[in-house]
């Protein structure tokens, strides 16, 4: 199983970013995907999640400004982020859990920055 994060990057304050999560050795469609985002000395926060179904739950800090989304065809799970603040900055990850909650598969990471 492999989740290959990519897509982060050096962003200025108000700005946009789209970090993409190719997810192979799965049935992809059959997993509820998330991304989940960690800063140094703090504990990996859940951002934003979808299930198998497409229905979708942010944190309340990220609400409005980012939007998850999927591509079944292609085996990709996509994070758009708007209105990007400083306090965005972090290594997002990639999490694939089954249904059943019985496997879990982690991604290695993008880093986000964003500062002026």
């Known amino acids: 199983v492999q989740l290959q994060a990519s897509g982060g990057g050096l962003v200025q304050p108000g700005g946009s970013l789209r970090v993409s999560c190719a997810a192979s050795?799965?049935?992809?469609?059959?997993?509820?995907m998330a991304w989940y985002r960690q800063t140094p000395g703090k504990q990996r926060e859940l951002v934003a999640t979808?299930?198998?179904?497409?229905?979708?739950n942010y944190a309340d800090s990220v609400k409005g400004r980012f939007t998850i989304s999927r591509d079944n065809g292609k085996n990709m799970v996509y994070l758009q982020m708007n209105s990007l603040k400083p306090e965005d900055t972090a290594v997002y990850y990639c999490?694939?859990?089954?249904?059943?909650?019985?496997?879990?598969?982690w991604g290695q990471g993008t880093q986000v920055t964003v500062s002026s």
């Open positions: 979808i299930s198998s179904d497409g229905v979708t």
């Open positions: 050795g799965i049935i992809f469609s059959i997993y509820n």
């Open positions: 999490n694939a859990k089954s249904r059943a909650g019985n496997r879990n598969y």
